[in-house]
């Protein structure tokens, strides 16, 4: 059984324990945003242990998105090493892939940040002007959300915090030009690194090294936690792992990420982010060999993974139409009424978020079927015409 699952570890298949992982971040990244529309900031909390356990609970969005970071460097880093592997390597399947998977919710979250946005300003303009900014974790910067053209073509094309702004008051898109940029990185830095052409190593390195160079410091560092998760790939392709051996490190990597996920919110930042990375990916190994749960289990796992990323991505500009409409400019102390509205707004945006998926991200094969016949003609056109 632990080969089987390892076999599906090396071979993208899935994997129950990865997917709870990022079904939970997801729904993390969610609650945080949540308590910022709902709750007063930490520093007006109410005093107690219970009170401060909460507030640690549900502030941990940014930690989150460190493990996604993993995640994708676990499994998008492995894709590529597999390909290169087994001689299947090609960049045209390999920008199908990634960018059929990426627009497919990028495109209809922008469209809809545009549309709650417009509503909610139209209602409410001061909740847009970004005077809320500092209370509501993201949503408009100061001088309000940017939803230009430019700024939409920018996020389309992952420029954002490059060149453009996050679109709207969707603050969290921010996350997905660190993504784009890894994927282009990584198959760079592996071709750098594997034997071949030198010529085609060394050109290799220096696009690689470009990159790293002309990207903000913010998106090259982060590219490290990234790069953990490849690592936790390699470990697992290895097998030179006892799976006792991987159960020790795991639970012991379990324990320092929850230990780094407290310390973050003393110390937020980089000081913690690397800590967590490191953590999540000392975990991974484990997990893809772990005993199933069972049925339930894997099933719920399995939904909260495939709804994960359009969660991501949507969530927010609905939140915040409905804080700007109904809320704005109040926040709650922390209470049983307070907890409930809380919930009532998760599950809302699960609701939500389920909805935009089976619209959109459910449909990604096809659409990158699309894509893919689309790029073929256009590049057999080029031919004959240059021809």
Partial sequence: MMIARQASALSGGRLPHLDMLRGVAAVM????????????DYAQRPTGPLAQLFYLFVGRHHQAVMIFFVLSGFLVGGSVIRAHERGLWSWRHYAIQRLGRL??????????????????????ATAYSGQLWPILLSGPPPGGGDRSLWAL?????FLQ?????????????WSLANEFWYYLLFPLVLKAARPGVPWSRLL???A???????????????????????GAYL??????????????????ASGALLMSMIASAKWPGWITDFPIGLACAGMIPWLTVARDLGDGYRRCGHTLSEISYTLYLVHFPMLMFLYATLLAPRQFPLSAASAGMMAALVIISLLYATTIWFLFERNTDRWRRVL?????????RAVREGG
């Fill in 29 to 40: 990244v969610c609650v945080g945003h949540v308590r910022g529309f709902v709750l007063v």
């Fill in 103 to 124: 627009w497919i919710v990028i495109v209809p979250a922008l469209l809809l940040t545009l549309m709650w946005d417009s509503i909610g300003q139209a209602i409410n």
């Fill in 153 to 157: 073509l920018g996020n389309l094309a």
């Fill in 161 to 173: 915090t490059i060149l453009v702004p996050s679109f709207g008051s969707n603050g969290p898109m």
């Fill in 204 to 206: 290799s390195g220096v």
């Fill in 208 to 230: 690689a090294g470009l990159l790293l160079l002309l990207l903000p410091v913010a998106i090259s560092v982060a590219f490290l936690i990234w790069l953990f998760g490849v």
């Fill in 235 to 252: 470990i697992v392709a290895s097998c030179h792992f006892r799976p006792a051996a991987l159960r020790t490190i795991g639970m012991a």
């Fill in 372 to 380: 893919e016949t689309w790029l073929l003609h256009s590049s057999d």
